[in-house]
């Protein structure tokens, strides 16, 4: 699908989720499914035909990038959510990174179950592509925000290197740039692979690139951080994606001021997803005629109806339609975020999420 692909979707008044995880987490052999390239591209169509969408989204699963790239480097972590850098890696471990990624992400991964992940993403992706019958669209997790998941605490140095404290200066600093470099490299790693499997749109998650980690006061003053730790990646992953003939699609979900909207709609996305904490209608402003914006009901709350009841979920549907209708900007209805099911509330979010989209 094409950038008019989306313009027209957006004409049409398509409401849809992201709501593969919940047709996913319905199967009883979950974790299985997603090392299984065949079985995750038949959880992905259902998840298509079940919410209406001709997009083929895989579930936002923002953890399998750190776990590969851990072991492309060799390095043995039991949890790998926990593992997190002190120090630059070694020159070894970045050997074996780099000669890892000269193989193809549909590799067998010789026995690494956080590799066989992302085959299975790429074998489903080209599945589908086969097939022509929906748009295939890969997903990953943007390069700032992996970066974020290899270090306790990056603020302090990102805050540090806006105020001009260098590499040479800082080992923080110094830690911050390594790693990010080498979170560029595997990110853009798995969408070639993505892209050569087939994928017509790529959809970069980057909720890290957020107040929780730049700070909006310093990028007023000075944006030279927010550009050289978010935005220079993202350019390089933006022109990755468009030379491979795809379609970006850019999701971030965390809380933002209106530079970064702006510094992600620069980007050019075919859509752009925005969270909760945003007033679309009035994002519309800072973000191009075609750019489709996506969302953003409150979907992390639909698990609880003493939180957010479904008569609630219509009304406030109904408002952000409304409201975006009168900007005249291209807009599809969604959620803010993947819907995650949760165990026990399955039934009450897959019925707010047909609340959402007029089906309930």
């Known amino acids: 699908m094409n ?14 989720p992201i709501g593969t995880d919940l047709v996913l987490r319905a199967r009883p052999d979950a974790e299985g499914i997603l090392l299984d390239a065949g079985r995750l591209a038949e959880v992905i169509r259902e998840a298509a035909d079940t919410y209406g969408t001709p997009l083929a989204v895989p579930p936002m699963d923002l953890a399998a990038e ?3 790239l851990l072991e492309m480097m060799g390095i043995q972590a039991p949890d790998a959510g926990a593992y997190h850098f002190a120090v630059l890696p070694t020159r070894e471990q970045r050997e074996r990174f780099e000669g890892a990624a000269g193989g193809s992400v549909t590799g067998d991964g010789g026995g690494s179950i956080a590799l066989a992940r992302l085959a299975a993403d790429a074998g489903a992706v080209a599945l589908i592509a086969r097939e022509g019958r929906l748009v295939p669209t890969g997903m990953t997790i943007g390069p700032f925000s992996l970066m974020t998941k290899l270090l306790s605490d990056p603020i302090v140095a990102v805050y540090s290197a806006g105020e001009g404290v260098t590499a040479a200066e ?14 560029r490299k595997v990110v853009a790693w798995k969408v ?7 994928a017509r ?14 700070s909006p006061k310093q990028l007023a003053r000075d944006g030279s951080a927010w550009e050289r730790f978010v935005m220079a990646g993202l350019r390089e992953l ?15 979900c965390g809380d933002l001021c209106g530079a970064m909207v702006s510094g992600f709609a620069s980007l050019d996305p075919a859509l752009l997803s925005l969270g909760s904490s945003r007033a679309l209608w009035e994002d519309a402003r800072l973000v191009g005629e075609r750019t489709v914006l996506y969302g953003n009901l409150p979907t992390k709350r639909f698990h609880s109806d ?8 219509r009304r406030m549907a109904g408002e952000l339609s409304a409201r975006m209708r009168e900007t005249g900007h291209p807009f599809i209805l969604g959620s803010e975020c993947d819907v995650l099911s949760v165990p026990g509330c399955e039934e009450t979010i897959r019925r707010k999420v047909r609340a959402m989209i007029g089906r309930e």
Request: charged share 20%; hydrophobic share 55%; net charge negative.
């Open 201 to 214: 749109a790529i959809f970069v998650a980057e909720p890290a690139a957020s107040a929780a980690f730049v």
């Open 3 to 16: 950038r008019q692909g989306f313009l027209d979707l957006a004409a049409s008044g398509l409401r849809m």
């Open 170 to 183: 800082d080992e923080d600093v110094a830690l911050v740039e390594g790693l990010l470099e080498l979170s």
């Open 238 to 252: 933006a022109a990755q994606v468009r030379a491979g003939g795809a379609e970006l699609l850019f999701h971030c």
């Open 306 to 313: 003493g939180d957010l009841g479904v008569e609630e979920v």
């Open 192 to 198: 070639g692979g993505l892209l050569a499997a087939g």
């Open 66 to 68: 750190k776990a590969a």
